[in-house]
């Protein structure tokens, strides 16, 4: 007998964006191939195709497909939003960067979308194994983009590690998962609460190791310590472009998982899960901002740096509170636009066989390009956290949401560490306004490169001066 398989064409509906963004990926393959005199338009390609799939989800309504498996909500939207303008600024970015090092083209920018695609299913994400799907069709192609650079050996070192540590979390979370399963026997994130109640299991030795082995791989994806050890290696080695895309899509994806799985999925054991989120945001905010102290690479520095904002967004997260999770989810949408930016002038600042990655090859920037100097200046302000930029529109929600949870001695920690950070961010401040530069040469900008620090420069002082638009948008998702 043949069996016959039913299509609900109303569940095709909410995912077109990633299956336009999935054809996208295999025609700019085809491109590469075969019109190599087409290259030019690759970027151009990738950029149209990403803010056509933005439009439509941003114009979706909210649905639940394929069994409650794909969720299209305003949670889901406003991450999605984020990767997808992430990866668009990195897009721009590369028109510059790429050419550089020379770098192929059909192959990057084909894994980025690729990537994406991960990214926007993981924030759609209401089932445990479409959750490990998404974050696998994200982590595979960034594992190739990380070494995509082989003429460095750095870049396959990175690699190597970024791989080896990513399939060990992954390992983690599979672990974690079947024992959620075990005990529930259902992957669906929003009936694992339900039968958490239902069958008393608040309690469960076996429930609880489930919870510690989820917390562990998810922490490794979002860099939160101790599971941070291969991030500084990792972001030094892969190029920079690669570095800023890694250091806001896969974070900001990391953070939907978390958030869906703990706020939605296991809000019953937040007297277990929110203590050990306080504890493991502050660790990640001092290892972040201490060691950063020490460093003189900046691009090594920005690394330790995406630590310490990982502890600061844990912050909205371990208030297990719809106050908590909208900070959050500002913070993160604030962090793409000064992070991003801060990276930026680092590869506006590389040359054809010289990357000045140092703090050093900052010294002067103000004689040899006042633009970049005032750019890089507002960029590390937000970082910092210095009013009036978005950075301490962000921070200072987070605190707020922490406290009202009652985590005073974390939000206390959390001023401190950020104090801290004023040093090693405002040093650079110093090189650049106070030294006299060691080289003469300017920088060069593309028009993609204006683009991205046009908008850049604009996300963080527009939403730093008028946040109103950002905080309602974020609270509102969570209806």
């Known amino acids: 007998m043949i069996s016959t398989v039913t299509v609900n064409w109303a569940d095709v509906g909410p995912?077109?964006?990633?299956?336009?963004?999935?054809?996208?990926?295999?025609?700019?393959?085809?491109?590469?191939?075969?019109?190599?005199?087409?290259?030019?338009?690759?970027?151009?390609?990738?950029?149209?195709?990403c803010l056509t799939a933005l439009a439509m989800i941003m114009g979706s309504r909210p649905s639940i497909s394929f069994g409650g498996m794909f969720l299209t909500d305003g949670f889901s939207v406003f991450f999605k939003s984020i990767c997808l303008v992430g990866v668009i600024l990195t897009t721009l970015m590369s028109e510059h960067f790429r050419r550089i090092i020379a770098m192929p083209q059909g192959e990057y920018y084909s894994l980025l979308v690729f990537s994406a695609v991960g990214m926007l299913i993981m924030a759609s994400a209401g089932d445990l194994m479409v959750l490990y799907l998404g974050l696998e069709l994200m982590a595979l192609p960034v594992y190739a983009l990380v070494g995509l650079h082989k003429k460095e050996n750095r870049t396959s070192e990175a690699a190597i590690k970024y791989f080896l540590m990513g399939g060990f979390a992954s390992a983690l979370l599979l672990f974690g998962m079947s024992l959620v399963y075990g005990l529930t026997g259902t992957t669906d994130i929003g009936r694992i609460g339900e039968l958490i109640n239902s069958l008393h299991l608040t309690n469960n030795p076996a429930l609880l190791a489930a919870l510690s082995l989820l917390l562990a791989g998810f922490c490794?994806?979002?860099?939160?310590?101790?599971?941070?050890?291969?991030?500084?290696?990792?972001?030094?080695?892969?190029?920079?472009v690669v570095t800023a895309f890694m250091s806001v899509g896969p974070k900001v994806a990391g953070f939907a998982i978390f958030s869906r799985v703990l706020f939605f999925g296991l809000p019953q054991l937040h007297d277990h899960w929110g203590p050990?989120?306080?504890?493991?945001?502050?660790?990640?905010?001092?290892?972040?901002?201490?060691?950063?102290?020490?460093?003189?690479?900046?691009?090594?520095?920005?690394?330790?740096?995406?630590?310490?904002?990982?502890?600061?967004?844990?912050?909205?997260l371990l208030a297990g509170t719809t106050e908590g999770i909208s900070a959050t989810m500002t913070y993160l949408f604030?962090?793409?636009?000064?992070?991003?930016?801060?990276?930026?002038?680092?590869?506006?600042?590389?040359?054809?066989?010289?990357?000045?990655?140092?703090?050093?090859?900052?010294?002067?920037?103000a004689a040899r390009s006042p633009i970049a100097a005032a750019l890089m200046l507002v960029f590390l302000f937000s970082l910092t956290g210095i009013p009036p930029t978005a950075g301490f529109i962000g921070k200072f929600y987070l605190l707020k949401a922490a406290f009202a949870a009652g985590y005073t001695m974390t939000v206390v920690g959390a001023v401190l560490f950020s104090a801290i950070s004023a040093y090693f961010y405002l040093r650079v401040v110093r090189y650049m306004y106070m030294t006299d530069p060691q080289q003469n040469s300017t920088l060069q900008y593309s028009p993609g490169m204006i683009v991205a620090l046009g908008l850049c420069l604009i996300g963080v002082v527009g939403l730093g001066l008028f946040p109103g638009s950002l905080l309602d948008w974020a609270a509102r998702a969570l209806l």
């Open 220 to 240: 490794f994806k979002v860099a939160v310590a101790p599971f941070h050890l291969w991030t500084p290696d990792v972001y030094e080695g892969a190029p920079t």
């Open 15 to 49: 995912i077109l964006p990633e299956l336009l963004l999935i054809s996208i990926g295999v025609l700019l393959i085809g491109l590469d191939l075969f019109s190599p005199r087409q290259r030019q338009i690759l970027p151009w390609l990738t950029v149209v195709g």
């Open 276 to 316: 050990v989120l306080a504890v493991l945001a502050l660790l990640t905010m001092a290892v972040g901002n201490i060691t950063a102290l020490c460093q003189q690479s900046l691009k090594r520095m920005l690394a330790y740096s995406a630590i310490a904002h990982a502890g600061y967004a844990l912050l909205g």
């Open 334 to 365: 604030i962090y793409m636009f000064m992070n991003m930016g801060a990276f930026a002038i680092l590869m506006l600042l590389a040359t054809p066989g010289q990357p000045h990655e140092s703090i050093e090859d900052c010294k002067g920037l």
